[in-house]
């Protein structure tokens, strides 16, 4: 898999494409921002500098430009270019196959328990955020998405 990268990074270097469009944007937004926000939103495209979100679920959205400072200094991080100064999160299905269309309905998340792996995995994705109630908040968020998931994925089964 490295020789194949390579072999792409070569040759993206000289078609002097630039370096954010040699990353698998799926995969790097999966590095920056998780995977609980990855299953949730999908990169679509990179212009001038905007990285561009579909975000599947409106609630998220302003959670995630609470985040799209740490977001934009991650990705340049990986980036070492500093081609991204500005991330756009809009509504849209997200691209991901692993999404399903699912309908609408009314969601009881009091009746949903999350585990301790969960919990866990939530901890881990929300450490590196700095202010307790900005920490709390997002903490809230990942719960309440991780719950309306399960009750999600229990319809399709019915």
């Known amino acids: 898999m490295d020789n194949l990268q ?3 990074g070569t040759l993206a270097k000289k078609l002097k494409i630039p370096k954010i469009y040699r990353y698998d944007l799926s995969e790097l937004w999966r590095q920056v921002a998780g995977d609980i926000i990855a299953k ?3 990169p679509e495209f990179v212009e001038d500098g905007i990285f561009t979100i579909a975000v599947q679920d409106p609630v998220w959205i302003n959670q995630l430009n609470l985040l799209k400072n740490e977001f934009i200094r991650r990705i340049n991080e990986i980036n070492k270019d500093n081609d991204i100064r500005d991330i756009k999160f809009r509504i849209g299905r997200a691209k991901n196959p692993a999404l399903k269309k699912s309908e609408t309905f009314v969601y009881n998340l009091d009746r949903v328990k999350l585990d301790q792996s969960d919990l866990n995995f ?6 590196v955020i700095k202010d307790k109630e900005l920490k709390e908040i ?3 968020v990942f719960i309440c998405s991780l719950k309306r ?3 999600s994925e229990k319809k399709e089964e019915e």
């Open 6 to 8: 390579n072999i792409f």
């Open 40 to 42: 949730i939103s999908f």
């Open 122 to 127: 939530i901890e881990e994705n929300i450490k």
């Open 138 to 140: 997002v903490r809230n």
């Open 149 to 151: 998931q399960y009750l």
